[in-house]
């Protein structure tokens, strides 16, 4: 069954509808009903796409976080061929939050990184609801220098509500972790471009996205803290979350106009949960423009154009 969001209850209560009459044409009393049925269907398509051509911050937070919402998983299985993950830091252990390793994008030869949330209770543990611990950052550093070495763009897949806050992975350096997988991106001389395809939350996020291009799908929410954490910062009040994702303006539409983001992935209408095989196809299409765009480029010019992106930003206002 159809998940649906409370602000959707409107189109909920039309497809619903819509599922009753196909059950009743389905019988065999004779009945006919096709055309309730097909303007039913055109009744629910039109509220959808008028409900989601004007979602407000919040109610694009509720999308990015949508339990149906394809995740790094989806992601790699539609994008890429031959891929092969690596396990661990080399220096401590293995995090299954932070995935990465070698692939083939469209016949090349990449690198992939990205959070993976897990999509059923037992698969969300062990990914760690796509939190990653400073392994998975030493991880991500390991597999940028392996990019770099071989001479591979590195693609990133970003989902994650941030790194994980846990006393162990404070103890093993969560903060120098994360600012050396930054510095890491930030010095590759090899094209990068980094995804948004749910949630870019804090440093989480910024460890593997300082990258050539940073795009996000049109539903997505980019931030540097969550709307409940700053509300309980700001007014010791996580129901003001609505205001705070309102005023922290972390939309795709919002960071365009800061220079934050490159572009936008169109998402299917109703969000990319109800079309993953479309959405990820428009994904691998941004993504292959954007290499596009960085190719002949050699390591000085690479990392000259992705520092010339990060100093613009918010001067392009």
Partial sequence: MRSYLDFEKPVAELEAKVEELRALSSSDDGVSIADDVQRLEAKAAEALTQL??????????????HPARPHFGDFAKGLFTDFTPLAGD?????????????????????????QEKGSTTETRIRHNFGMAR??????????????DRFGLPLISLVDTAGAYPGI???????????ARSTDACLAMGVPNVALVIGEGGSGGAIAIAAANKVLMMEHAIYSVISPE????????DTAKAQEAAT????????????GVVDSIVREPV???????????????????ESLASLAGLDANGVRKARRAKFIAIGRTL
């Fill in 52 to 65: 989601y051509s004007a979602l407000t911050p919040w109610q694009k937070t509720l999308v990015a976080r």
């Fill in 229 to 236: 954490g700053a509300a309980s910062i700001l007014w010791r």
């Fill in 90 to 114: 080399r220096k401590y252990g293995e995090d299954e939050a932070l995935i990465g390793g070698f692939a083939r994008f469209r016949g090349e030869a990449v690198c992939v990184l990205g």
């Fill in 134 to 147: 400073p392994e998975g950052y030493r991880k991500a550093v390991r597999i940028m220098e392996l990019a």
């Fill in 168 to 178: 162990g992975a404070e103890e093993r350096g969560q903060a120098e972790a994360i």
């Fill in 270 to 288: 109703g969000g990319a949960h109800r079309d993953p095989k479309a959405a990820i196809e428009a994904a691998g299409n941004a993504i292959a």
């Fill in 247 to 258: 005023n922290m303006k972390i939309t795709a539409q919002d960071l365009v106009k800061f």
